[in-house]
């Protein structure tokens, strides 16, 4: 089901108006229904894999929580082989046996295994790394084993980050599911206001720019130049419009019936480095690879590195690359079984590593002009690091290695035509497009200082619900009703 779609728009209502409705102790069953029925829209036989899962790490947590010594050990393996399995054969099972089938073609060998014919389950990488980081957490006793299975498996099955994320911790969202959410207006319509700001993000920014990109990166040899710089840098605004955007709903349907789900986006494009953009970007996953990858593999490297470290704050320099070269490189195998996303994530790796080696302890400026300098400095880091991401943007949106360098090819080919804009069929709609583009920025510019939808909820009648309306009428005139999947659905 698509928080952009029709049944949402019904589903949604439904259920918070029974969830208020019902006495407190049956309300995790509704929600544990709404989220199977949620989810079951998809494809419906694949509720059985997270069922699967769902009773391994259930049993699993508490086994580990009465063993000691080794035994504990052992069934947190048990909980992360059964995870990583499942991720691994419906993700990875043909990309590796591609890369096998290719290495025996080159050696002349007899590979008989062939492809097999399996759908990805829908959001399958976020609700697997959330159940890990259960296990993990019981296992380092952060967390104790939840004992009942309902609120265990809601946890896990949550409808509103099911799919896409956050990637919530057991520490936050489990007692959430114990606790009494009386209904509240200010919080209701603060969640209506998120939602409402994700759907234009998505609808309106996203779903339009996709048109164009689609154009492009749909057609490798048919654009050069300008046109597949302009095509890439709207690309990573899409892809943030379109992944923030879900955030936003999500957190945004969680508030409204009393849940607080951890943000997932602070502004990544306004970051001044590599390392500030990842503390900024897909924050949950972010963290997740921080605490569960970086930090026990650096600490793994060099036992003196001391664990409160988290990459950004300077420290060994080996270390710290060691350990950012196989974070980054497993997150960008993460996202998609493709050597593509591998390249990806090299790049952020490198990006960091360089961030980190050129950082330098901040000056107060004392001067006019030094005051000046920073401030256009500041922009420079910002536009700097927009175009590297939009570089490695490439990576990720191409379906192939050998695509994706045709692309960076085509960027720098003289072309008699290198300023061709054919790709966008209707100037004035695109000026629209990129005057959205320019709405959004702006706001987010300004919540730096103060959350825009706090400051309008404060403001007087007669400028907020204008405000609400015009970012209704936005939607409803510009904002494109194709039922557009969003983008990290497929990891």
Not at 3 to 26: E, G, I, M, R
Not at 124 to 139: P, W
Not at 443 to 455: G, N, T, W
Request: with cysteine; hydrophobic share 50%; glycine share 4%.
């Amino acid at each position: 089901m698509l928080f952009n779609s029709l049944q949402f728009a019904l589903f949604f209502p439904a259920v918070t108006f029974l969830y208020f409705l019902l006495p407190h102790k049956l309300r995790w069953f509704l929600l544990l229904a709404a989220s199977c029925y949620f989810y079951m829209a998809f494809v419906p036989v694949y509720i059985l894999i997270l069922a699967f899962t769902i009773i391994i790490d259930y049993f699993a947590g508490i086994a580990i929580s009465k063993a000691e010594g080794k035994e504990r050990k052992i069934w947190l393996v048990c909980s992360l082989v059964a995870n990583i399995g499942v991720l691994a054969f419906f993700k990875y099972f043909n990309f590796l046996n591609s890369n096998i089938k290719d290495l025996a073609h080159l050696l002349h060998w007899n590979y008989p295994v062939s492809y097999l014919e399996i759908l990805l389950p829908i959001g399958l990488s976020f609700h697997t790394f959330q159940a890990m980081s259960y296990t993990i957490e019981v296992y380092r006793r952060k967390q104790q084993p939840e004992r009942h299975f309902g609120i265990y498996a809601l946890y896990v099955m949550f409808y509103p980050q099911l799919v896409a994320g956050p990637i919530e911790r057991p520490q936050n969202l489990l007692h959430q599911f114990r606790e009494k959410h009386e209904f509240d207006y200010q919080r209701v319509t603060d969640g209506l206001k998120l939602m409402l700001w994700g759907l234009f993000k998505k609808m309106v920014i996203a779903d339009r720019i996709a048109s164009l990109v689609n154009e492009v990166y749909n057609h490798p040899g048919n654009y050069h130049g300008f046109s597949v710089i302009l095509a890439t840098m709207l690309f990573a605004v899409q892809i943030y419009a379109d992944f923030s955007g879900y955030s936003d709903i999500a957190i945004g349907s969680a508030r409204v019936m009393g849940f607080k789900l951890m943000q997932n986006f602070d502004r990544p494009y306004f970051a001044k480095d590599f390392q500030d953009f990842w503390h900024r970007w897909h924050i949950s996953l972010s963290t997740w690879f921080r605490d569960y990858l970086f930090l026990p593999v650096a600490y793994a490297v060099n036992r003196k590195w001391k664990k409160e470290y988290y990459w950004g704050l300077r420290t060994d320099k080996w270390v710290y690359i060691y350990a950012t070269a196989i974070t980054m490189l497993l997150c960008g195998l993460w996202h998609g079984a493709n050597w593509t996303f591998v390249v990806w994530g090299g790049l952020h790796a490198v990006f960091m590593v360089v961030s980190f080696l050129l950082k330098k302890k901040k000056k107060k400026p004392a001067t006019l002009f030094l005051k000046i300098w920073a401030v256009a400095y500041r922009i420079i880091q910002s536009i700097l690091v927009f175009l590297l991401a939009s570089f490695a943007w490439i990576f990720f949106r191409s379906q192939s290695m050998s695509e994706a360098i045709g692309f960076i090819h085509n960027i720098f080919t003289t072309h008699s035509l290198w300023w061709n804009l054919d790709f966008i069929p209707k100037m004035t709609e695109f000026r629209i497009t990129l005057g959205m583009v320019l709405i959004m920025g702006l706001i987010e510019y300004f919540q730096k200082k103060q959350d825009i939808a706090e400051f309008i909820g404060r403001a007087r009648i007669w400028i907020r619900w204008p405000v609400y309306v015009i970012f209704f009428w936005f939607i409803m005139i510009y904002g494109n009703f194709g039922i557009q999947q969003f983008i990290y659905f497929q990891f």
